[in-house]
C-alpha cells in the first residue's frame, strides 16, 4: 500500500551540481505533478503530466526539467542546482476521472549551498 | 488567476471547536479541499466538497461552502492535540491538468 514514493528524502547540493528527483505511484493514475513548498508560500506548481509520455508547465518552472516516460514515474531534474531552489519537493498523483483529489508523497527536502 | 488565501494561525484549546477559513477566488472551482500537514510530512486529503453543495460532514470534520462570498471554511468538533498541524485549503477547475491552487495554509495549534 505505497501510494506515493519519492527518493530521495533528503539531499544536499553544492551550486551548480545536478540531480534528478524520482516519483514512483502505483495506483495507476493517469495524472502526476510536481510541487515546492517554500515557507509562507503554500504549494506551487513546477510542472504537471496528464500522462505518459506528455509534460506541461506549471507556475514555477523555470530550472527545471520533468520526464514522463512510464505512467508510474514522474522525475523532476534540476541541470544546474542554484541557491533558490532550497525546498521541499512533494509530487503528487491523481486519477483521470472522479473527485480530483491529489495524493502526496513525503516531500524530498533539498538544500543548495 | 486564481488566489486562495487563508489566515497563517489559529490557536484553540483542546476540547473546543477550531475553524479554519478560507477564500477563493476562482468561481469556476469544481471541487474543494482541505488537506492537512503535520510536520516534516507530506499533505494528507481531509476532506472536499463538491461546488454545488453547501455542506459535507465526515465524523468530527465539517466543510461549510458559501458560493455567494467564495468562502470555505473546516471546521474540526472537539479538537484534539493530534489536530495540530497546517491546514491548506485548494481549488480545482476542469481542464488543464485539473491543477489545484493551494492557499499558504492555517497553521493550528492545539493547547491543554
Known amino acids: 500500500n505505497a501510494g506515493v514514493t519519492q527518493t530521495p528524502k533528503f539531499r544536499v547540493l553544492k551550486t551548480g551540481q545536478s540531480m534528478t528527483l524520482l516519483c514512483a505511484q502505483d495506483m495507476n493514475h493517469e495524472y502526476m505533478y510536481w510541487y515546492r513548498q517554500d515557507p509562507g508560500m503554500g504549494l506551487r506548481l513546477i510542472h504537471y503530466?496528464?500522462?505518459?509520455?506528455?509534460?506541461a508547465k506549471g507556475e514555477v518552472p523555470d530550472g527545471y526539467n520533468v520526464s514522463r516516460l512510464k505512467k508510474q514515474n514522474f522525475l523532476l531534474g534540476l541541470e544546474s542546482a542554484a541557491p533558490s531552489q532550497t525546498s521541499v519537493y512533494f509530487c503528487?498523483?491523481?486519477?483521470?476521472?472522479?473527485?480530483?483529489?491529489?495524493?502526496f508523497g513525503d516531500g524530498t527536502r533539498l538544500s543548495i549551498l | 488567476g486564481e488566489d486562495v488565501e487563508q489566515s497563517l494561525f489559529l490557536s484553540v484549546r483542546e476540547g473546543d471547536s477550531s475553524v479554519i477559513n478560507c477564500t477563493y477566488t476562482?468561481?469556476?472551482?469544481?471541487?474543494l479541499y482541505w488537506y492537512k500537514q503535520e510536520p516534516g510530512a507530506g499533505l494528507q486529503l481531509l476532506t472536499y466538497i463538491f461546488s454545488n453543495m453547501d455542506m459535507k460532514q465526515d465524523q468530527r470534520l465539517t466543510v461549510l461552502l458559501n458560493k455567494k462570498d467564495n468562502h470555505l471554511s473546516l471546521r474540526i468538533a472537539d479538537t484534539q492535540t493530534g489536530d495540530s498541524a497546517i491546514y491548506f485549503c485548494?481549488?480545482?477547475?476542469?481542464?488543464?491538468?485539473?491543477?489545484?491552487?493551494f492557499g499558504t495554509g492555517t497553521q493550528l495549534k492545539v493547547e491543554l
Open positions: 503530466s496528464v500522462g505518459e509520455g506528455t509534460t
Open positions: 476562482d468561481s469556476s472551482s469544481t471541487y
Open positions: 503528487a498523483s491523481r486519477e483521470g476521472q472522479g473527485s480530483g483529489a491529489q495524493h
Open positions: 485548494a481549488e480545482g477547475a476542469p481542464g488543464g491538468g485539473n491543477k489545484l491552487t
